[in-house]
């Protein structure tokens, strides 16, 4: 069986099912390859969907202890507990809602699905393999959208039980006493807020010298603060020398320490790599960078060889979800013969679901410096603004960094629980190349949370308002 | 096949971008390595680069006069492809026609110098061109939907090609009622290059994108460091003698002129070794003391200014020092400066001297904290021993940042200087 189809997506995550329903939706005929049981890839299902889903149940557990300072009175709700199993089932549940809906859109979309382990067998040629078997498919155009896993080390072995990637931590029927966390990246220090908030006793392990490295300094610093409140310890420049599991413990020893550590369980989050192993890249000669991502050609999303391309995880752009859509539409616009303006990546958000959230987009205010730029900043924090207040999340600031030439916005960082959704306004704002005149002229409505944008543009200009 | 990416190389570290002013090859044309590619022009050099490899010159993705930040592709050479081969490109830069809606409304401004409102462009892109005085509706825009965004601003003022002298002289108006009247003359006298604003015969040519650098360079500066500039006069007549002696003898065991600069650059190293502070920028609430002394002379050219850097000055010689002038000035007037030339800083040096000037007071090349100044060699009566003698004396300057210097170092500074030429010990030959 051979068909032929204009567009082969091999991958179903983001970036591969995105892709997939828009070059459906320009007329191409599209087949979609998955190897796992379910689609939507890490994101939907071992990624941002249930770790948000963890984490609210972590704010909730926060809310319920705080309502009687509300004035709400919940007849036994004086010691709210933890019910680990249903915070497991409803995260199941809307994992699984939401994999369904995407089944359901690839129908709506007539995009075929062929289940099974897609490779690159030559220019338009992928194989399936399912059960052993192999099916040829003949096609115009490769997507290459494989996504990536977690990032192992050489000197730790993962057993998926004690010791666990992001992967495998799902399966944890109950709230370990002590954790570690391997690596205080963004998913790391997901995990660490909400166990912490749970009732773990988490200690994070960070190499760099601050946790989110590629966070503005002063943003990391103050996650750093909220952590230490939710129980997690926060060690940095600190490197982890062996971890090994034993009985019901794991020993983890840190460099410049003698004695182990011991913690009931060890989450290892140390980066994501991409999956380009066996997927046929080096039959028709498809070059990697040096860090083993896909070199592609950022104006085209097209690998080295025509007719190949390659978006999402798998390719050294940052490794979000949205970017990975974003850049799947992109790529299908290109192979459908229309122009596009270059993705600038100064306008692509960032997001750690932490309490408080952080969110940035653009420069950090370190990056500013060492490339010599004259910049202006300014930090406008929440406690000033009426309705954080009255939703109890004043926790953070906002800092807005801009060019004071012509007011350009070059970098913002925000602290606080909204910020993944505050942050939007300047993902739009930049890529409409607003001036910081612009942000402090739109009218915000009050009260909100989102006064601080504005209020915050102001500081930056050098007359704060409400501060 | 292999292909190769050709970058805007990095030309000096506080450069972000530089100005495409002329391709040597055209797309389809075989290049040789190291044979001259392009020419950039920065606000620190304009400078010829050789290209990295030799292939065809298979992708082109920055037109003469675009501004292209540092790094960005701007050429695609592909060392297998036949001459003549182009790659087929989709995502050329749209020289594309813009979608007809577009193309109406962009015509129709063009009509008329005050519509630029009506033509599509970032707020941005607007302020850039309102403050710069560029006409939008003769900007072609690169962004979504042929919109005119901040590169496309920058691309024009590089080339000054949309700069409109009608549109300048209206904004001048606001400022002055009378340039009312002036700018409807002007428009009456054919609106081109010559014309008469507020009454005085003018004519109009846009700066080069170096000059335009330099401004804005030299305002950078001024608004960033307070700048102080304190005098000394030096008595030279030793250092004249010991060139006058050994001129001849230098210039032919070494090939190359002996000129005054190597004996003012060797005082400054050592002035510089008493008062460090001269030798740092400063960082938010920090001082960067710098390891390494790469002293920047300012070379002036027909076309503008230059300032290459002579790298680890400390650790040369007097003849070495003297060589790598040399060699630099040299470079820097047949626009052979490589990105590294240029780079890397610590203090700067200008010599006005040359021209006549006395006293200067130079402006602080950022992100240095201090420039020194030299001033003209002029033979004077001064008084030594009570007696009254004809001596060579010089004034030479120290201007400053006061934020990070103070009076005093910078009297230590200017005293060091003068001691070492005064009691010149240094071999030269
Ligand atoms: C714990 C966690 C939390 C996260 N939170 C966020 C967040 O809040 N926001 C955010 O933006 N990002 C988040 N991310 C990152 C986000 O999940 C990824 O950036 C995103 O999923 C990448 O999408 P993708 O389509 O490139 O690849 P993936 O989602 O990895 O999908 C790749 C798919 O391809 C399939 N596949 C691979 N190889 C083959 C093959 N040969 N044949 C067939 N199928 C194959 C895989 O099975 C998978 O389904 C998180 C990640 C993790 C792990």
Redesign the pocket.
Known sequence: MSTNFDLIV????????EGAIYASQLGMKVAL????PT??????????I???SMLQSALMLDKAKKFASYGVKIAGSDNPELDFPQVNKRRDEIVKTMTNGVSFLMKKNKVEIIR????ISGKGQVD?TSDGKKTTYTCKNILV??????RHLPHIKVDGKSIVT??EIWAWDKVPETMAVLGGG??GC??ASAYGRYGSKVTIIEMADQICPTEDHETAAELTKALKKQNCEVLTSVKTKSVTAKGNKVEVVLEGENSPRVFEKVLLSVG?AP?VE??GLEKVGIKLNDRGFIDVDLKTYQTNIPGIYA????IPTP???????SE?LYAVDIIAGKKRHPINYLTNPA?I?TYPEIASIGYTENQLKKAGRNYKSAKFPFTAIAKARIDDIADGFVKILIDPKYGEVLGVHIVNTKASEMIAEFALGNNLEMTIEDLAHTIHPHPTVSEIIKEAAHAVMGHPINM | MATQNVLMPQMGESIQEGTLTRWHKKLGDKVQREEILFEISTDKVDTEIPSPVSGVLVQIFAKEGETVSVNTVVAVIDDAAAPGSVAQAPAEKPAAPAPASVSAEVASASSSSDSSSRVLASPLARKMAEEHSVDLSKVQGSGEGNKIVKNDVLAALETGKSVSPLVASAAAAVVSPAAKSSSEHMKATGGGAEGIVDGVRVSRVPMTGMRKKIADHMVMSKRTSPHVTSVIEIDLQKIVDVRAKFKDKFEAVHGFKLTFMPFFLHAVIEAIKAVPVVNASIDGDAILYKKDINLGCAVALDWGLIVPVIKNSSERSFVGLGRELNNLAEKARNKKLAPEDVRGGTFSISNYGGFGTVIGQPIINQPQVAIFGIGAMQKKPVVINDAIAIRTMCYCVLSFDHRVIDGSDSGKFLSTVKSVLENWNVPVV
């Open positions: 091999i991958g179903s995550g983001p970036a591969g099912y390859i998955e190897k796992d689609l939507g890839g890490t994101c939907l299902n071992v990624g941002c249930p770790a948000k099974g382990f897609g490779s399936v959208a494989t996504g990536s896993r977690a992001s992967e963004v998913i997901e995990f994501r999956n066996n997927i978006v999402g995880d798998v490794q979000l979800a949205h970017t990975g859509s799947a997001a679901y």
